[in-house]
């Protein structure tokens, strides 16, 4: 049983851009064992995160994050079953600050302003679908 779960956070106000680094060589390192794959934006501070895989899997790395104080106040947006997964071939893919135009974003939201709090679930996952679809040099990372 597939499922998908997005969500928002902050990135604690101590940190920086570098904290991402480390974040994403242990997502990597732990959602290939676990069969888990997505998406991770950073913009203006805020995260926004697609998990897909299976059920449990999923559920428990989202338990995980959630108690990670790199960022604060996490808002799930969507949770949902899917029949087929989006990004197969990113055990966690990466769109960093500068990857989000404001225009595209307002497509999605009632602000220009990029802040992923104010997105609908679907919003969510049509924003980030057309994000990585954008950008050919993201590369696979399963390797
Ligand atoms: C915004 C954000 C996204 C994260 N995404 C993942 C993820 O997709 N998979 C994962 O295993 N850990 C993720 N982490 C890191 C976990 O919270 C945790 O620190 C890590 O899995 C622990 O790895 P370790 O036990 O190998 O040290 C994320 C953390 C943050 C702040």
Avoid: C
């Avoid at 928002?8 to 904290?19: E, H, Q, T």
């Avoid at 338990?63 to 996490?74: F, G, L, N, Y």
């Amino acid at each position: 049983m597939l499922v998908r779960l997005i969500y928002v956070s902050k990135l604690a106000p101590d940190l920086d851009y570098r904290a991402i680094k480390d974040i994403l060589a242990a997502s990597q390192r732990n959602n290939k064992p676990r069969g888990v794959s997505g998406l991770l934006m950073f913009n203006s501070g805020f995260f926004l995160q697609w998990l897909e895989g299976e059920r449990l899997a999923v559920k428990e790395r989202f338990a995980r994050i959630s108690q990670d104080p790199r960022h604060t106040a996490p808002v799930l947006l969507d949770y949902r079953e899917i029949i087929k997964r989006q990004f197969a071939d990113w055990n966690m893919g990466y769109l960093g600050e500068g990857s989000i135009n404001k225009a595209t974003f307002y497509e999605y939201s009632g602000a220009e302003a990029f802040d992923p709090y104010t997105l609908s679930g679907e919003s969510a996952a049509a924003l980030m679908l057309a994000f990585s679809s954008n950008i050919p040099l993201l590369k696979s990372n399963n390797g």
